[in-house]
């Protein structure tokens, strides 16, 4: 079974259930074998902020040390994000397999009249998922009210109950008491409800789970069990929160704001005591590592770009109170909404617009743009106009923003989404030398099969992978088709998520298609003008319409920096100041010895030196920040007047902040960012800043992770830790990305990278590659550790394949190599 069809088997079942119950979800788990029975499970329900708590939680229990599972509703990019074990979306392969098994019973059932609904039998795969995957806890975010939703088929350890308003009054009841009672259901057999629920509906709570946890304000009058507090916004993406309880207590910061997160945070930390008894420590990083895309995400300051997905009055009051708190002239909102949502109460909650745009997300249930235009006109707003597609509406509000103004995309999480893939898409240019190659790149993207055959021939030009919404997919391809290209869309060609595109075609054809992109009105309104410019960058395709004609070796066309390496393949040395690494631990610990291999290395040739404090071999010893800080600043105090950048090799922001003060300039994160301070470290710094891919650092031997694609899921992840940076205020051209070989990937998917680095340019950053001495090179006889030969060869083919940076112990013998690799491709250009 191919993934087109399994999400179209999972889009297609009804919506609703006639009769409330979870019985339906019962059976067809009992079908699968009642997977849910060996997992632990919270339950967290509530008529908002049930998504951002149930997201701080998962994110602080992973602090802790667990393995969690997160199953959420709905989706921004794609299905699979509802399924999510410590992060990473359920793969593929796994939805296709689900729904395999499950197929003829759902078929059976539909034949009788009780087919499962599309939450119901979600809600099974992710339990199913979860089971598989053998996690210690899993969070799932109760559907609509608790007693009948699909996800209470489980026995919560612990569960919550975050606010109770009037919503599905025709399902839960005409008053806030009356769906109190019924989101109360959720309550655990063994431990308190946790709740934010105050006045009346309390009570009704009380009536129904009997013991319970009070989360709220300190001045709430009775005083609840835990009190939070909100400080305020600390910056433009994070604002303070305190927690206290009796025994217990916690200051941080969320990546949340709004007071509102303040008791989304309470109750979080609360339920994460009762699962784990978790420090504060780790409730503190945990809360402020929460990142929960398209609510009050605040994406740029110049002008202030912010995308919230608020959906109802209430949703867009509060988002009101929290956008208060920032200062801008001019507010430019794009807005829009289903047709099912009451527009004219949406619109009075906003501030007062000085322009809107609406728009239409790529839904049927969206509702037209000219409707929700004159629902902003009788509000008052002067300036209102028309964009029949998200994209192009926001790139009208940011082309007429000033710097000191506001773009507010709002209306549904659906106009949020597709707003928000103008920083996330990826054009990814494929490496096509055979049939087999384009074959592989048609199954990639999801083509049926008939397609892959009759196209296989065809794309042996230039191919360039993206994600389009259906009608601008559609669009592109005519184009291309007309000027004599090829386009393969996926299979899966819904409203519901963004298409796979497969685009071929020779140089010259897709700088005429880029040439029509720009200048047909409808494909502007599409939003596709952004689309050429990106394909641009992508081909290198310039302005006047004819290929550059000066070869730049591996330079990204979307990054023009300083740095040494923008315009050639870089060799980072690598200088251990550790007693304990895999390759050299013990070697250079002593700061004279350090200083003379650094010394060593520079003459050698060496572009970057890269000094690391702390091993991340498997089963390397943690090591604290002070002496970690006292193994590395001596020697960068020393190292720092050498003529080129220093690279401080850290997972810790303190010891990243200690060592740019003693002369560092880069930040080296293999953890990726997982320190919440990094990215404003290197931001306040202005330093460079290496992200890397890690799934664990230190490596955890013989972890195991399923990726449908290693390459394309690699490129997915960074780019949310990339854009993670940008938020901070790290520019672009400051970062370097990093696959991570070694972390969370096996021998051949190593060499799968290695072979594909050039498709890591679709990030629009430079490409560090860190093989050197690893484990990889026992896939071809080495010994790890000990493999001089291989990292050497790999070294060239890094720098062919498209590295940017080549990390390395061995400087003299891998210098050689990347040269030799420039001077087969350039030999005038490359002379040492």
């Known amino acids: 079974m191919e993934y087109h069809e399994a999400a179209d088997a999972l889009f297609g079942l009804r919506r609703f259930r006639p009769k409330p119950g979870t019985e339906s979800t019962a059976r067809l788990l009992a079908h699968l074998g009642n997977p849910h029975e060996d997992v632990d499970f919270v339950q967290v329900a509530g008529s908002n902020g049930k998504g951002s708590t149930a997201r701080m939680l998962e994110r602080t229990l992973r602090e802790a040390g667990l393995s969690v599972g997160l199953y959420t509703s709905p989706h921004l990019e794609e299905l699979r994000e509802r399924v999510r074990v410590d992060g990473r979306k359920i793969p593929r392969s796994a939805v296709c397999e689900f729904v395999d098994s499950t197929q003829d019973y759902l078929t059976d059932r539909a034949a009788d009249g009780e087919s499962p609904t599309f939450f119901e039998t979600m809600t099974a795969l992710a339990l199913w998922q979860f089971d598989r995957e053998d996690v210690d806890v899993a969070v799932l975010e109760v559907g609509i009210g608790g007693k009948f939703d699909a996800t209470s088929v489980v026995d919560p350890i612990a569960s919550a109950v975050t606010s109770v308003t009037l919503e599905h009054t025709g399902i839960l009841g005409d008053t806030e008491e009356e769906i109190a009672r019924d989101k109360a259901h959720v309550a655990p057999d063994e431990a308190p409800l946790v709740t934010g629920v105050s006045g009346d509906p309390l009570e009704a709570v009380r009536d129904v789970a009997g013991d319970v946890v009070t989360v709220g304000f300190a001045d709430e009058d009775p005083e609840p069990d835990v009190r939070v507090e909100y400080g305020g916004r600390t910056n433009h993406t994070e604002a303070a929160v305190s927690i206290d309880a009796d025994e217990w207590g916690v200051e941080t910061r969320v990546p949340l704001p709004g007071e509102h997160q303040a008791e989304n945070a309470g109750i979080a930390a609360t339920l994460a005591r009762q699962v784990a008894g978790v420090s504060t420590d780790d409730i503190a990083r945990g809360l402020r590592s929460a990142h929960w895309p398209g609510r009050f995400e605040v994406i740029d300051t110049e002008p202030l770009v912010v995308l919230d997905g608020a959906h109802n009055p209430g949703a867009c009051e509060t988002l009101a109170s929290t956008l208060g708190s920032y200062e801008y002239d001019d507010l430019r909102v794009v807005f829009g909404a289903m047709h099912d949502k009451d527009h004219r109460e949406m619109a009075a909650a906003l501030p007062t617009p000085d322009a809107v745009v609406a728009t239409e997300p790529s839904l049927d249930r969206a509702e037209d743009p000219a409707v929700l235009a004159d629902v902003f006109d009788d509000a008052g707003v002067e300036d209102v106009r028309i964009e029949g597609a998200v994209q192009a509406a926001l790139e009208t509000a940011l082309s007429e923003a000033d710097r000191s103004d506001c773009v507010l995309v709002t209306g549904s999480l659906f106009a949020v989404a597709e707003a928000r893939r103008r920083w996330t898409r990826t054009e990814i240019s494929k490496r096509i030398r055979d049939r087999s190659d384009a074959r592989e790149a048609l199954a990639g993207a999801n083509v049926p099969e008939a397609s892959v055959r009759q196209l296989s021939g065809q794309g042996v030009h230039r191919v360039v992978r993206t994600r389009l919404q259906r009608r601008q997919a559609t669009l592109v391809k005519e184009e291309l088709l007309r000027v004599g290209g090829e386009c393969a869309l996926s299979g899966l060609q819904r409203d519901d998520e963004p298409v796979d595109t497969l685009l071929m075609g020779t140089f010259a054809q897709f700088e005429r298609l ?50 040494p390496w923008f315009d050639r393949t870089a060799v980072m040395g690598i200088l251990n100041v550790t007693p304990d690494s895999f390759h050299d631990g013990g070697e250079y610990d002593a700061v004279e010895d350090a200083v003379a291999r650094a010394e060593a290395m520079v003459e050698a040739g060496a572009d970057v ?23 590395v600043v001596p020697v960068l105090e020393r190292v720092r007047d050498f003529d080129i950048p220093i690279s401080i090799d850290t997972r810790k922001a303190a010891v990243a902040d200690a060592a740019l003060e003693a002369g560092a300039d880069i930040i080296n994160d293999v953890s990726g960012l997982e320190d919440p301070e990094m990215r404003f470290v290197a931001a306040d710094h202005d330093a460079g800043l290496i992200v890397m891919h890690s799934i664990n650092a230190p490596v955890v031997p013989g972890q195991e992770v399923t990726y449908d694609d290693v390459v394309e899921d690699v490129i997915d992840q960074l780019s949310e830790r990339v854009l993670l940076a940008e938020k901070a205020g790290v520019d672009r051209e400051n970062i370097v990305v990093d696959p991570g070989i070694g972390f969370g990937k096996s021998a051949r998917e190593s060499f799968e990278i290695l072979d594909r680095l050039e498709e890591f340019r679709a990030l629009g950053c430079p490409v560090l590659f860190g093989h050197s001495h690893k484990s990889m090179f026992e896939h071809v006889g080495s010994e790890a550790g000990d493999c001089l030969d291989a990292t050497v060869a790999a070294s060239a083919l890094a720098a062919d394949r498209g590295a940017d940076l080549v990390r390395v112990h061995d400087v003299p013998e891998n210098v050689a190599a990347v040269r030799t690799a420039l001077a087969t491709r350039n030999p005038d250009r490359f002379e040492w």
Not at 547 to 553: D, G, L, Q
């Open 514 to 563: 880029v040439d029509r992109l720009e200048s047909d009105a409808d494909a502007r309104s599409l939003g596709l003008a952004e689309l050429a410019a990106e394909l641009r960058g992508t081909l290198e395709i310039s302005d006047a319409g004819a290929p550059p004609n000066e070869f730049v070796a591996n330079q990204s066309p979307l990054s023009r920096s300083p740095w």
């Open 609 to 631: 030196l890269d000094v690391g404090g702390e091993s991340t071999r498997p089963g390397a010893d943690p090591v604290s920040t002070e002496e970690e800080i006292d193994r």
